[in-house]
């Protein structure tokens, strides 16, 4: 019998005890594992001997750590230098294996941020999400795309900066619509000079500071001076613009707190359900509030999870100079290191008691709860939902997860497949997933084909894992399409031995879109009734399948409607683009140039002149 194997037969505190002893009494990281050599939680310790030695005992812990306890057969540990290494490494872990009794943030995406491109003779404005890079001016973050989009509006509005693609800058030879409404001041076109644009544009800066009070008093002066000079119609364009920052002011102010560089945190904890709440407050302006749903490790306590929440959440972010939150906690100077070493500056955590930081949190706490309840009556509401669902199609098993499948294309043109999921908690965007067709011989416009493909593409890479993670799949297929949609699907998932994963199909009738959809399903075919609720669940199920299969198409398409013929050209790089687009205006005049004209454009030399005209003229 192996040693493993053996371990098998062990209790869980008995085994933990058998490694205390060989254990080093510094910085480090453990994990526990199951029978299945599966890692049930991953833990960091300042002292591992310590740390592991609590757990020789199950008597005194709380139900769920005596649960993992009893159920580790395993444990598997990484000495580190500091203590700050080994909370590295433990938010790693967690993140690749996800163990069932860590906390766990699902949502763990970056934030939108306003973008000016500095770097550009005339800078653009535009929302932006993903890595920094040099010379680009960055405001944020914002809670969500919307208020980025609002900002950005405002921005225009009022300082009339662009944000349309150089593409499109350096090819306009008249201005464009933006610049008539009075947002945008049509650089593109010479409407405005560079230096006046450069004031314009760190107005913008200013204004994204927080320094409105600065900016109103220079748009009072102009509108001063504009009157004096009988300039009436300019002087109500500067009126206008102190009206609007002043109406953004009282918008945008949510306490008087004087906070200027601030995230506030707060939680709500229902049974084993947890809403931790975030409002982002910069250059004293409220910036937006997100909700977030960790997985709480089967019940952690709320200083666990707000713990492990700062650590993922600014694991990719860079954190805010003070810290609000609602529960003080057990390892804040560990924390508060960490997150000093992400900002590259001291960042402060508190934990108010009194005063009108103590008022604050309660909003941010309110917020989180209000969030929680409508997320559990949703839960409640789609798990009844599954339940008539599994009735009225017979099914004998429970339907955790649901997959629902569109595809989308102009004509066989940027043809794209999509899979959206969701559970009883509402839709699961993480595993959303778009099917780029690269196969030669599927024809782009045959939509059976389309679903063919797709479907075995998604379930080819899963069929191997399936058998140890059966949550890999789902309990119900949905595809938007009529009887040959559901014929080919069915042969799919018989050829891959998975037909006993059920599939329902939905057409949307002889007059579309009227609420007449029928469903097929196995032989049958069902009609619901126009009021029913599993009738609109699966409308809504299959809209937002369709909406984001158009979603993908139009940016596949857009991607490649952007595309020029200089891409196409050897040794030109997007610099040299850059400089031809701008001195010529348009890929056509470029291809009726000479030699002559290619050699006046800014880093052309005449063998890359050669090149561009061989090119244009083959």
Same mark, same amino acid.
Request: charged share 30%; glycine share 6%.
């Given at each position: /019998?192996?040693?493993?194997?053996?371990?098998k037969q062990i209790k869980g505190?008995?085994i933990?005890?058998?490694?205390v002893?060989?254990l080093?009494?510094?910085?480090?990281?453990?994990? /526990?594992?199951?029978e299945?050599? $599966?890692?049930?939680?991953v833990?960091?310790a300042?002292?591992?001997?310590?740390?592991?030695?609590n757990y020789t005992?199950?008597k005194?812990?709380p &139900?769920?750590?005596a649960r993992?306890?009893?159920?580790?057969k395993?444990?598997?540990?990484v000495t580190?230098e500091t203590?700050?290494?080994?909370?590295l490494?433990?938010?790693?872990?967690i993140?690749?294996?996800?163990?069932?009794?860590?906390? #766990?943030?699902? +949502?763990d995406?970056?934030?939108p941020?306003?973008a000016i491109t500095?770097?550009?003779?005339?800078?653009?404005?535009?929302?932006?999400?993903?890595?920094?890079?040099d010379?680009?001016?960055y405001?944020?973050?914002?809670a969500?795309?919307?208020?980025?989009?609002?900002a950005v509006?405002?921005?225009?509005?009022?300082f009339?900066i662009r944000?349309c693609?150089?593409?499109?800058?350096?090819? %306009?030879?008249?201005?464009?619509l933006?610049?008539?409404?009075q947002k945008?001041?049509?650089?593109?076109?010479?409407?405005?000079?560079?230096?006046?644009?450069?004031?314009?544009?760190?107005?913008?800066e200013?204004?994204?500071?927080?320094?409105h009070s600065i900016?109103?008093d220079?748009?009072k002066?102009?509108?001063i001076?504009?009157s004096?000079a009988l300039?009436?119609?300019?002087?109500?364009f500067?009126?206008?613009?102190i009206e609007?920052?002043?109406?953004?002011?009282?918008?945008?102010?949510i306490n008087?707190?004087?906070l $200027?560089?601030?995230?506030v945190?707060?939680i709500?904890k229902?049974g084993?359900?947890?809403?931790?709440q975030?409002f982002?407050?910069?250059?004293?302006?409220? !910036?937006?509030?997100?909700?977030f749903f960790?997985?709480?490790?089967?019940g952690a306590?709320?200083?666990?999870?707000i713990?492990?929440?700062?650590a993922?959440f600014y694991?990719n972010?860079v954190?805010?100079?003070q810290? #609000?939150?609602?529960?003080? &906690? %057990?390892h804040k100077k560990l924390?508060?290191?960490?997150?000093?070493? $992400?900002k590259?500056?001291?960042v402060?955590i508190?934990?108010?008691e009194?005063?009108?930081?103590?008022?604050?949190i %309660?909003?941010v706490?309110?917020?989180?709860k209000?969030?929680? *309840?409508?997320?559990l009556a949703l839960a409640?509401?789609?798990?009844s939902?599954?339940? *008539?669902?599994?009735k009225?199609?017979?099914?004998n098993k429970?339907?955790?997860?649901?997959?629902?499948?569109?595809?989308?294309?102009?004509?066989g043109k940027?043809p794209?497949?999509?899979?959206?999921?969701?559970?009883q908690?509402?839709y !699961?965007?993480?595993?959303?997933?778009?099917?780029?067709?690269?196969?030669?011989?599927i024809?782009?416009?045959?939509?059976?084909g389309?679903m063919?493909?797709?479907l075995?593409r !998604?379930?080819n890479?899963t069929?191997?894992l399936?058998?140890?993670?059966?949550?890999?799949?789902?309990?119900?297929i949905?595809?938007?399409?009529?009887?040959?949609?559901?014929?080919?699907?069915? *042969?799919?998932?018989?050829q891959? +031995?998975?037909?006993?994963?059920?599939?329902i199909s939905?057409?949307?009738?002889i007059?579309r879109?009227?609420?007449? *959809?029928?469903?097929?399903?196995?032989?049958?075919v069902?009609?619901f009734p126009k009021?029913?609720?599993? #009738?609109f669940f699966f409308?809504?199920?299959?809209?937002?399948a369709?909406?984001?299969?158009i979603?993908?198409? !139009?940016?596949?398409?857009?991607?490649?409607i952007?595309k020029?013929?200089l891409?196409?050209?050897?040794?030109?790089?997007?610099?040299? $683009?850059k400089?031809?687009?701008?001195?010529?205006?348009?890929i056509r005049?470029i291809?009726?140039?000479s030699v002559?004209?290619? #050699?006046?454009?800014?880093?052309i030399s005449k063998?890359s002149?050669e090149i561009i005209?061989?090119?244009f003229?083959?």
């Amino acid at each position: /019998m192996t040693d493993f194997n053996l371990r098998k037969q062990i209790k869980g505190e008995k085994i933990i005890q058998s490694f205390v002893r060989t254990l080093a009494n510094q910085p480090g990281v453990y994990r /526990m594992l199951d029978e299945n050599e $599966k890692v049930l939680y991953v833990g960091k310790a300042k002292n591992l001997r310590k740390r592991v030695a609590n757990y020789t005992k199950i008597k005194g812990h709380p &139900l769920r750590i005596a649960r993992m306890i009893s159920s580790t057969k395993d444990m598997v540990f990484v000495t580190t230098e500091t203590e700050l290494e080994a909370l590295l490494l433990e938010q790693n872990l967690i993140k690749k294996f996800q163990p069932p009794y860590n906390v #766990l943030l699902k +949502d763990d995406k970056s934030f939108p941020q306003i973008a000016i491109t500095k770097e550009k003779d005339f800078p653009q404005i535009v929302k932006y999400r993903g890595r920094k890079i040099d010379g680009v001016k960055y405001f944020g973050p914002y809670a969500s795309s919307a208020a980025v989009d609002n900002a950005v509006n405002y921005i225009q509005k009022i300082f009339q900066i662009r944000n349309c693609r150089d593409s499109i800058f350096y090819g %306009r030879t008249r201005a464009c619509l933006l610049h008539f409404i009075q947002k945008c001041s049509a650089p593109c076109v010479g409407k405005i000079s560079e230096a006046d644009y450069e004031k314009s544009v760190e107005q913008a800066e200013n204004f994204l500071r927080g320094k409105h009070s600065i900016i109103k008093d220079n748009l009072k002066d102009y509108m001063i001076q504009s009157s004096e000079a009988l300039d009436y119609e300019r002087a109500a364009f500067y009126r206008d613009r102190i009206e609007l920052i002043a109406k953004i002011q009282s918008s945008q102010n949510i306490n008087n707190l004087n906070l $200027k560089d601030a995230d506030v945190i707060g939680i709500c904890k229902i049974g084993n359900d947890t809403c931790i709440q975030v409002f982002f407050i910069r250059s004293y302006e409220n !910036r937006g509030n997100h909700a977030f749903f960790p997985r709480t490790g089967n019940g952690a306590d709320e200083t666990e999870i707000i713990e492990h929440f700062l650590a993922q959440f600014y694991g990719n972010k860079v954190p805010a100079k003070q810290i #609000l939150v609602s529960i003080s &906690l %057990r390892h804040k100077k560990l924390i508060q290191k960490f997150l000093s070493e $992400k900002k590259k500056g001291l960042v402060e955590i508190k934990c108010p008691e009194r005063g009108r930081s103590k008022d604050l949190i %309660r909003t941010v706490e309110a917020n989180a709860k209000e969030a929680l *309840e409508r997320k559990l009556a949703l839960a409640a509401s789609q798990k009844s939902l599954f339940v *008539e669902i599994e009735k009225q199609l017979g099914l004998n098993k429970k339907i955790e997860k649901i997959e629902v499948y569109d595809n989308s294309h102009i004509q066989g043109k940027f043809p794209v497949g999509c899979l959206v999921s969701l559970d009883q908690n509402g839709y !699961r965007k993480s595993e959303y997933r778009k099917f780029n067709l690269r196969d030669e011989n599927i024809n782009s416009g045959d939509d059976l084909g389309i679903m063919k493909h797709v479907l075995q593409r !998604r379930f080819n890479k899963t069929v191997e894992l399936s058998l140890e993670n059966p949550e890999n799949l789902p309990d119900l297929i949905v595809i938007d399409g009529g009887k040959n949609q559901l014929n080919i699907a069915e *042969e799919v998932l018989n050829q891959l +031995d998975l037909s006993k994963i059920p599939i329902i199909s939905i057409a949307k009738g002889i007059k579309r879109n009227s609420g007449n *959809e029928e469903f097929y399903f196995r032989e049958r075919v069902i009609s619901f009734p126009k009021n029913s609720s599993i #009738l609109f669940f699966f409308q809504r199920i299959r809209d937002e399948a369709h909406r984001f299969a158009i979603g993908t198409h !139009r940016k596949k398409r857009s991607s490649s409607i952007n595309k020029s013929e200089l891409d196409n050209v050897f040794g030109i790089g997007p610099k040299k $683009k850059k400089e031809l687009l701008q001195h010529f205006g348009s890929i056509r005049e470029i291809a009726k140039s000479s030699v002559k004209d290619l #050699l006046m454009v800014k880093g052309i030399s005449k063998s890359s002149a050669e090149i561009i005209l061989n090119h244009f003229n083959s």
